[in-house]
T-cell receptor, first 114, second 114 residues
């Protein structure tokens, strides 16, 4: 079956611009996660959705970052007034409900802010 | 806050040989989960193996096994009969019981020499 799909695969934007990154989870998966992976580092947690609501957004670095999942399926990560330090790979993952349910990751979006 | 440390930025092994990747973590919790993920150049994080902290028996998945030392807070991954397809970044990760987010280490780049 189809896996987690993230679009675009790569995004180049200028400092100060607004960007949206999209994640299509596996059908039926209620949990959705966003992680950010800077060059040479492990992924860092940003936000977790259970259904439509953000159950844990403690990883969002500041108020320039926002994520939505209005219908409990597709999610969009929004970054305002981008900075060069936002350059990273943004990974999305989904899982069925349950603490031990394995996470299924997408291939990520590589964001470059020039 | 929990931290995960991978002290080996790079490792290499001859094809068909055995290699061990190290991981230590810091936590005050008694119940948690530990994971090893593989990240090939496609950027997709793939679950390799999982260990529940309450289980004394080390997890095994085919050629992959772990050495879980709870008192020492150590969680190493052993790959037996290394194959060219094992070449990737490997990340150790921690998850608290009842929490959803993963805390990742910095990663180890594994090279397989033919």
């Amino acid at each position: 079956g189809a896996g987690v799909s993230q679009t675009p695969s790569n995004k180049v934007t200028e400092k100060g611009k607004y960007v949206e990154l999209r994640c299509d989870p596996i059908s039926g998966h209620t949990a959705l996660y966003w992680y950010r992976q800077s060059l040479g580092q492990g992924p860092e947690f940003l936000i977790y959705f259970q259904g439509t609501g953000a159950a844990d957004d403690s990883g969002l670095p500041n108020d320039r970052f926002f994520a939505v999942r209005p219908e409990g399926s597709v999610s969009t990560l929004k970054i305002q007034r981008t900075e060069r330090g936002d350059s990273a790979v943004y990974l999305c993952a989904s899982s069925p409900t349950g603490v031990l349910s394995p996470l299924h990751f997408g291939n990520g979006t590589r964001l470059t802010v020039t | 806050a929990q931290t995960v440390t991978q002290s080996q930025p790079e490792m290499s092994v001859q094809e068909a040989e055995t290699v061990t990747l190290s991981c230590t973590y810091d936590t005050s919790e008694s119940d948690y989960y530990l994971f090893w993920y593989k990240q090939p150049p496609s950027r997709q994080m793939i679950l390799v193996i999982r260990q529940e902290a309450y289980k004394q028996q080390n997890a095994t998945e085919n050629r992959f096994s772990v050495n879980f030392q709870k008192a020492a807070k150590s969680f190493s991954l052993k790959i037996s009969d290394s194959q060219l397809g094992d070449a990737a970044m490997y990340f150790c990760a921690y998850r608290s019981q009842g929490a959803q987010k993963l805390v990742f280490g910095q990663g180890t780049r594994l090279t397989i020499n033919p």
